[in-house]
């Protein structure tokens, strides 16, 4: 069965090149508009990987992710935050409070995400194999 | 001859004549044998004349007398400015050569000399008495002037004593409250800040001024940025006249900087807004250009160049929208207007946003007048307005909401609202959405923004073209964006154009 990837962002531009790519890719994906939506999305169909953005309308990518992180089953969901906010949001310490696999700065490339997605689910899965 | 000689002359004529009437009678001499009555009418008469002679001198030195007596009397009760008036007037009447003359004269001299003397000194009173004035004039002038700068002002003297505040100091930093007399640096309770500066000045005498921002609480309670300096008050030193000594007094002037930071804030928000802004289609474009890179068929190649080319030109929108608000900011605005129908920019306005509207499944309806409805505008300029309240509208709608345009006549003006079903805006937000900058709190959430979308659409209607732009709403409901131009005839198009030409 393939891996489901959750999108949320407000931009649907962005959302439609990424989910092509991940498709192409053998991922399911599923794209949310805002913050609300995505944590819905979550709770309906447990994602294996999470995509946010972080300026959304409703919650905020930040949000969703301090959300995710309170429920135990979802402590190990690998979270990618995409940010056009450069140097506003510190990097280092957002990946290290929330646990992030990694802080993309936008414009992003589909094909980088692609790449992080597959090593992420790849380390995850070698991690579940050693007992 | 004098009158003094006369006197004496008559006085002794009269003498010499009674002794020599005496004489001749006690003689018998040049009369021989005549009559005893004779001789005594002889002497009688003499004795008579001598009398008159002798009461005549007496009553002119009894004259002379009184007349000094009254001066004396005068220069006793008058004021010092009639003395030589009256020592004048009785030097004229008394007769010349008199025996008082002299002493008057000396009394006049004296008194003369007294006056002037007496002027000197009035003089020298006045003109100290004018200095005085002067000098609390200026002094109060000095302290009206201090205490009517708006920017708190302290003067602080060697010893940390309050020597000058002015009344925006008091109130700052409650001086009022203080008690009277003393009035230290010590007892300022509210800016603890202010009194390690001063210490810092004297104990770095090589700083004449320190500055530094300072957060202070005012008189409502509203926290306010201040930049406070310190400097030196100017003495000059003891052992150097040409230093200045640091252990004299300093003086305190707060700057209230909080609106330059409120500005500075909103220029750097305003920044990462449109950067922000920029990123998104420039995100898009970077995203399809890699995804044309791989695309096989001639279809999905064609649908991504699509979406660059849409993302690009909302880049471009973008763009120009930040390029005309400096060019508003700058006031180099170029107008061409022309007669023409209002209803061919509104139709070209929902077609540039209807593709951002289908994209949130936002219906636009379009209901234009059956009129002409000619406007006298530039269109670019007012296309660029129309599409702003669009945008605007489409922006704070959600998903399956409704976007209606219309336009009609009213009176002699030309009307067209923009009306939506979006989250609306309080009293409050519907006149400070046309502040430039101002962003609805909550709206933030909802979409990116620059702020800058309605006030130029302001701009453009009411300084451009003379027209309003106003907005009735209702939280939760919606919003109703309306327009009015003054309206021109369908043939004034030609003597528009002609004008312009």
Not at chain 2, 61 to 74: C, S, V, Y
Not at chain 2, 255 to 266: G, I, P
């Amino acid at each position: 069965m393939s891996k489901r990837v959750l999108l949320c962002d407000d931009e649907p531009y962005i959302t439609a090149a990424a989910r092509f790519k991940l498709s192409q890719a053998g991922y399911d994906v599923e794209c949310a508009c805002d913050g609300q939506a995505g944590w819905e999305a979550i709770q309906r169909q447990r994602p294996d990987v999470l995509v946010t953005d972080c300026q959304m309308p409703q919650m905020d990518g930040l949000q969703l992710i301090a959300r995710v992180r309170s429920v135990a089953e979802l402590a190990n969901l690998p979270i990618f935050l995409l940010t056009g906010k450069g140097m506003e949001l510190p990097h280092a310490e957002l990946k290290l409070r929330w646990g992030l696999r990694a802080v993309l700065d936008k414009p992003f490339s589909p094909k980088e995400l692609v790449r992080h997605i597959d090593e992420a689910l790849a380390d995850q899965s070698a991690a579940a194999a050693t007992p | 001859m004098s009158p003094a000689r006369f006197d004496t002359i008559v006085a002794v004529g009269g003498l010499v004549l009674a002794s020599a009437c005496t004489v001749a009678y006690l003689a018998g001499w040049g009369l021989g044998e005549e009559s005893i009555s004779s001789r005594a009418g002889l002497l009688a008469g003499s004795a008579l004349l001598s009398a008159a002679l002798l009461s005549l001198v007496l009553c002119r030195m009894n004259r002379n007398a009184q007349l000094a007596k009254r001066f004396l009397d005068t220069i006793c009760e008058a004021s010092d400015a009639n003395h030589q008036v009256a020592a004048r007037d009785a030097l004229a009447a008394l007769d010349a050569g008199s025996s008082w003359r002299p002493l008057l004269k000396r009394i006049e001299r004296t008194l003369a000399d007294r006056q002037s003397r007496l002027t000197d000194s009035e003089t020298t009173r006045a003109a100290i008495e004018v200095r005085c004035r002067r000098a609390l004039a200026d002094q109060q002038r000095m302290s009206d002037i201090i205490s009517s700068i708006p920017e708190p002002i302290l003067v602080v003297d060697g010893y940390d004593d309050i020597l000058l505040s002015n009344r925006s100091a008091n109130e700052l930093l409650g001086l009022d409250g203080m008690q009277a007399g003393r009035r230290a640096l010590d007892q300022i309770e509210r800016c603890q800040r202010l009194i390690a500066l001063v210490g810092e000045l004297r104990r770095y005498p090589s700083h004449m001024i320190r500055t530094e921002s300072i957060e202070l609480e005012d008189l409502r309670g509203t926290r306010r940025w201040y930049n406070v300096s310190v400097s030196a008050l100017a003495a000059p030193r003891a052992d150097d006249p040409t230093g200045v000594d640091p252990s004299g007094g300093v003086v305190v002037v707060f700057r209230d900087t909080t609106a330059l930071r409120k500005v500075q804030k909103q220029h750097a928000e305003f920044v990462s807004s449109a950067s922000h802004e920029m990123k998104a289609p420039l995100s898009g474009i970077k995203a399809y250009v890699e995804l044309l890179a791989d695309a096989t068929d001639d279809a999905t190649r064609e649908e991504f160049v699509n979406v660059i080319n849409g993302q690009a030109e909302r880049l471009h929108r973008l763009v120009e929208n930040l390029l005309n608000i400096a060019r508003v900011e700058a006031g180099v605005v170029k107008v061409s207007k022309h007669a023409q129908p209002l209803n061919d920019i509104l139709a070209e306005a929902v077609r540039v946003v209807q593709p951002s509207a289908e994209l949130k499944q936002i219906a636009i309806a379009y209901e234009p007048s059956p009129l002409y409805l000619g406007v006298l505008v530039d269109r670019d300029l007012m296309l660029q307005a129309a599409i702003n309240l669009l945008s605007n509208s489409i922006k704070y709608t959600r998903p399956s909401g409704k976007v209606t345009v219309s336009s009609r006549l009213v009176g002699d003006n030309v009307q067209f609202d923009v009306e939506d079903t979006g989250v609306g805006l309080s009293e409050e937000d519907c006149v400070k959405i046309f502040d430039k900058f101002y962003r609805v709190a909550k709206d933030k959430e909802m979409a990116p923004g620059t702020g800058l979308g309605l006030p130029l659409a302001k701009y453009l209607v009411e300084d451009v073209h003379g027209g309003r732009l106003s907005v009735t709403s209702k939280l939760g409901v919606g919003s109703r964006f309306t327009i009015t131009l003054p309206m021109v005839a369908r043939g004034s198009t030609l003597v528009a154009a002609a004008a312009h030409v």
